[in-house]
């Protein structure tokens, strides 16, 4: 069935909130300062309104009343002020907070086993990346500070009303029970319908891309009403969940509404009742009811962003899930020497059972040019992976001048060994950037890797030269010209050995001979180890090693081979016969 | 709409039933009265409650039922440009649409309803002021649109700095979207640095052009407590003076200060609307760009039917014809324009059967003529779905003659096995044999293959050319391939 990216746990969420918090504790406090300020400069006014209608109740001047208008004027001024600039540094630091974990994430991304990311596919990966970016964004940016703004009105708030007159206060009381009740029943429902949500239009967003990628094939294939039919099932699916969440979401909303009004009630009743004996006055209940009603508004706001909060926590879950892979960080200590390949005993499986390689051993010496042919499924990428260190093996060894390749550093180990690969990939960007993907490198450097690989003459003619936008969505590559810029890419790399796992297959093979001749300047004083099917690229070989079975069934030079009347010299002759 | 102002009646309501109790109830010793005003206040929150559940759900059902449409349509669009689609948009740019803009039009349509509630408030409370008080109610008629108008000259910077955002985000999503596919090749080069750096470049773009929108728009909050306190401070402020002179008592004015409160309300739900409808415009600008997309070629007005059955081409551009019902291979490079040509992916003198392909319906040329090659894409999904096209060529036919049998052998769940998007969990000589048996389960009438076998080992290809030609004789079959073992079990071999 389909595979997603792990989520994490619970206590890697609140590692890293609390991390970050700790990180960010002053650009934070300061955020939460100047919240609680605003927070307190907007309690001052209904300070002066009750103090207003206080003094019109026992009677005053009208130079008192002007007095106190302005002065409410200044402080709304000031409030205004303060929330805008609280508002404003709760962007500056939640849209570093999201880049910080955009960039995270892709950075622990391209670190991640080839496997666990191709099955999870791009729409997994992408939708954690951006959507699920934007509502940690919602419940980081927001939620924080307007629950605790809430808090510290609603705290407020309550110590003037039992300031005011506590009998009358107790009044409130009655909206206790009926907000635990609702927020005990609502809690426990919604949550896991939060994550269903995020990952079912993680859903939507993988075929979506699909679909975007290939549409010259559901053009061709007429296959236009199945994506459609497709997209609609999952769109169906995500909104279904959603509406349910809504549903959710309006009876607890419902319920907390009668959670607001009834104390409203309560503190009249109690207050006539205190009025009439002696206990409160007429302008101490006039603030508890007024005081009551302030209260609804933050702890509404809490309760909304407490839910948000709780989306927020649902996507934070997916993001730092995909961190939950550490990856090998390397031994930086280890330092090859000699550039002398090894297996040895090497066995693979890329799932449990499933061995593709059984106990490969393979010597390469510096400068070797060695083809492996064989059979597709033969187990001939796999080993090209090994070599190259994309993988480990899972017994056995494979060491560059006596170290274990995958524990070299990344950056090392591609100093050492490039890997080039039959997959074809222009990234969205300039051609420039697709060029320097090994290292930064001059524009002389540049169209001098170009004129190696045939590409000056197609660079020039873009319309912009190296800054042409290419890939999805910019200039059409053809995919020969594809190939071409991968093995620059090889050149800028300038690795002493080169694994090329079928680079030139797609291509028609007339252009790959062509390609091949320029590549002969390239490969020259390096390392060569090339796997192909096509044995015209095989004869000119130092060794051949011909794979069957996840085994290496014959190793020798064209000659040898061919003397020997094995499985080499059975594929020639079908081929010429 | 209807329940939004449904809400905000007994809101309304509310501080002249609670001015009442006081007046009527608490301040005279009436229990009787008391206790029936204070009835009405619960009355009015369950009003309250029950239009709050048919507010929240009606504004939900408008942004889930919003969203999901503008994504149908996006994605209805995007599927008709078809093949230009790749080279005219990127398509983490599709993902985006439906996703985050999406949401911003979804959030537009949810406030419609409050924003209707807002309305209906300020219609209420300016009702109630000006049959009590009408100075009072004039400053409020008077001075709620005047505070909304002050919102107006934010719209047009903000809406510059949101796209701009918008647009950073369009391109750190689009590179977001390149690690999978491009994964195996930073792998190899050791690019995962570069990629990580230049990442962390746009998403650095995106976050200051974020900022950069919410410099202003963080305006809007600031804005959202003043203007309706200003209104709120003039109503209370002539209200006291009234209530000192006499013209009005005590509890009007309580009510007057609950009423005024309350037209916070329509100022609040407008700000939030501004900065709804803002995101939503930039929103409906990108879904329009898609919308506006174009297929590369359109059918003629009145087109002209294909000959019946499996006919021949004839390709103008290099003076070669495709016998109907024969297996032609042309040795060739630069195979793609010429097969590009053959299933008229651009507008080029081709004929079939006498009818010119840009004189028929381009829905029967793609029905008719397939053309399959290496950079089609596999859809992720079970095997079966996805390499079976539900046509006369049964899939297991398809598999063998492609020689996939024992690729869907070595698969845990065989021809039910869920494959990863693009085929990425098989091997590159394994999927060319998937695409291949996909085309040939097509069972078009006439088929052109682009380089169908350049990942496969000799034994396969000799397997698979052999089968192919059995499997589509008597059906119009065109190969490019400079194999030799293709020209073998051809009827006509071109070498232009």
């Known amino acids: 069935m389909k595979t997603t990216l792990p989520l994490a746990g619970k206590p890697a969420v609140r590692a890293w909130i609390w991390s970050v918090a700790v990180a960010n504790r002053w650009s934070f406090l300061g955020m939460m300062s100047l919240f609680a300020a605003a927070t307190l400069v907007g309690l001052i006014g209904p300070q002066l309104l009750g103090h207003l209608v206080d003094a019109v109740s026992t009677g005053t001047t009208t130079w008192h009343i002007d007095v106190i208008a302005l002065i409410f004027i200044g402080v709304l001024a000031v409030h205004a002020v303060l929330r805008r600039q609280a508002r404003f540094r709760a962007a500056v630091f939640g849209e570093r907070l999201l880049a910080e974990a955009r960039e995270g994430m892709v950075e622990h991304v391209v670190q991640l086993p080839l496997a666990t990311v191709e099955s999870a596919g791009t729409g997994d990966l992408l939708s954690r990346a951006t959507s699920d970016v934007d509502k940690l964004d919602e419940g980081l940016r927001q939620a924080a500070p307007e629950i605790v703004i809430a808090a510290v009105t609603v705290a407020l708030t309550a110590v003037a009303m039992v300031i005011t007159s506590p009998i009358v206060a107790l009044g409130m009381l009655v909206a206790v029970p009926l907000l635990v009740a609702a927020t005990r029943w609502y809690r426990p429902r919604v949550l896991p319908k939060y994550e269903e949500a995020l990952a079912d239009w993680a859903e939507v967003h993988s075929s979506t891309h699909e679909t975007a990628d290939g549409g010259r094939t559901i053009e061709a294939l007429r296959l236009r009403r199945r994506r459609l039919a497709l997209n609609d099932r999952n769109v169906d699916k995500a909104v279904g969940v959603e509406w349910y969440c809504s549903r959710l979401w309006a009876w607890f909303l419902g319920a907390l509404d009668v959670a607001y009004i009834l104390p409203i009630a309560a503190i009249l009743v109690v207050g006539g009742v205190a009025y009439t004996q002696g206990l409160a006055g007429i302008g101490e209940i006039t603030a508890i009811v007024l005081y009551a009603r302030a209260l609804v508004e933050p702890l509404s706001e809490a309760l909304t962003w407490m839910d948000e909060l709780q989306v927020g926590n649902a996507a934070l879950r997916r993001i730092l899930g995909v961190q939950q892979i550490k990856p090998d960080p390397g031994d930086e200590s280890a330092v090859p020497d000699g550039t002398a390949i090894a297996v040895r005993g090497a066995t693979f499986a890329y799932s449990p059972g499933r061995e593709v390689l059984h106990g490969i051993d393979l010597d390469i010496v510096e400068g070797e040019r060695l083809v492996i042919v064989g059979p597709s499924g033969a187990g001939k990428s796999t080993l090209g992976r090994l070599l190259a260190g994309v993988n480990a093996p899972d017994s056995g060894s494979v060491t560059i001048g006596g170290v274990e390749v995958t524990s070299l550093p990344l950056a090392k180990r591609r100093q050492e060994i490039v890997l080039v690969t039959q997959e074809q990939h222009v990234f969205s960007g300039t051609l420039r950037e697709n060029l320097t993907l090994p290292r930064d490198a001059s524009d002389e450097e540049l169209w001098d890797a170009l004129r190696t690989v045939d590409a000056a003459d197609w660079a020039k003619s873009l319309p912009a030269g190296l800054d042409t936008v290419v890939g999805s969505g910019g200039e059409a590559v053809a995919p020969a010209m594809v190939q071409q810029i991968a093995l620059a890419r090889l050149v800028i790399a300038d690795p002493h050995t080169l694994v090329l796992d079928e680079a030139t297959s797609l291509l028609d093979s007339s252009a790959s001979r062509n390609l091949e001749r320029s590549l002969t300047a390239v490969l020259a004083g390096r390392t060569v180890i090339a796997i192909a099917h096509r044995l015209t690229t095989a004869r000119d070989a130092d060794r051949i090693a011909v794979m069957e079975g996840g085994r290496i069934v014959e190793l020798g030079s064209h000659d040898e081979l061919m003397a020997a009347k094995g499985s080499y010299a059975g594929l020639v002759a079908s081929l010429s016969g | ?496």
């Not at chain 2, 996006?74 to 689609?85: E, F, K, P, S």
């Not at chain 2, 916070?264 to 939030?272: F, K, L, N, R, S």
């Not at chain 2, 929103?283 to 760009?289: D, F, L, V, Y």
């Not at chain 2, 030609?469 to 400079?482: D, I, K, M, P």
């Open chain 2, 1 to 496: 709409m209807v329940f939004g102002a449904l809400w905000m009646v007994p809101l309304a309501l509310l501080p002249l039933a609670i001015g009442a109790a006081i007046d009527q109830g608490i301040a005279p010793r009436d229990t009787g009265a008391l206790l029936m005003w204070s009835g009405l206040i619960v009355a009015l929150g369950a009003v309250l409650s029950s239009s709050t559940v048919m507010l929240t759900r009606a504004g939900d059902r408008a942004w889930l039922h919003g969203a999901a449409l503008m994504q149908r349509a996006v994605m209805q669009h995007a599927t008709r440009v078809g093949a230009a689609l790749p080279s005219k948009i990127k398509a983490g740019e599709i993902v985006a649409v439906g996703s985050s803009d999406m949401y911003s039009i979804g959030g537009l349509l949810e406030v419609i309803g409050r924003l209707t509630g807002g309305v209906v408030a300020f219609i209420v409370a300016a009702i109630a002021l000006l049959s009590s008080t009408p100075i009072l109610g004039l400053v409020v008629v008077v001075g709620v649109p005047l505070a909304t108008l002050g919102l107006v000259p934010l719209l047009g910077p903000l809406r510059k700095r949101t796209e701009a955002h918008r647009e950073e985000v369009g391109a750190a999503t689009s590179m977001a979207a390149d690690i999978v596919s491009g994964l195996r090749i930073l792998r190899g080069i050791g690019g995962e640095k570069q990629f990580t750096d230049r990442f962390a470049e746009t998403s650095q773009r995106v976050r200051k052009a974020g900022v950069n929108a919410a410099r202003i728009d963080s305006w809007l909050s600031g804005i959202e407590v003043l203007l309706p306190g200003l209104v709120t401070i003039l109503v209370m402020w002539l209200g006291a003076r009234l209530a000192l002179d006499g013209t009005i008592s005590v509890g009007e004015l309580v009510a007057f200060y609950g009423v005024s409160a309350f037209l916070v309300i329509p100022v609040g739900v407008a700000t939030e609307a501004v900065h709804h409808f803002n995101e939503a415009i930039v929103a409906a600008r990108r879904a329009c760009a898609i919308l506006r997309l174009t297929p590369a070629l359109d059918s003629p007005e009145h087109p002209k039917p294909l000959p019946p059955g499996s006919f021949g081409l004839h390709d103008e551009t290099s003076g070669l014809t495709f016998p109907a019902g024969k297996l032609t291979v042309v040795r060739t490079t630069g195979s793609d324009a010429f097969a590009d040509r053959l299933g008229r992916y651009v507008d080029a003198p081709v004929a079939a059967g006498g009818v010119p392909l840009r004189e028929a319906d381009i829905d029967e040329v793609r029905d008719r003529i397939l053309v399959a090659h290496n950079q089609d894409v596999l859809f992720s999904g079970t095997l079966a779905d996805e390499v079976d096209m539900g046509k006369a060529v049964e899939l297991d036919t398809a598999l063998w003659a492609a020689d996939a049998t024992d690729v869907v052998d070595g698969l845990d769940h065989g021809t039910q096995e869920y494959l990863a998007e693009r085929g990425r969990t098989l091997s590159g000589g394994q999927r060319q044999r998937m695409l291949l048996a996909r085309a040939l389960s097509f069972d078009a009438d006439v088929l052109v293959l682009d380089e169908p076998t350049s990942a496969v080992d000799a034994h396969t290809e000799a397997r698979i050319t052999q089968r192919v030609a059995e499997l589509r004789r008597g059906r119009t079959t065109v190969v490019f391939s400079q194999s030799p073992l293709w020209t073998r079990v051809a009827d006509e071999v071109y070498t232009p």
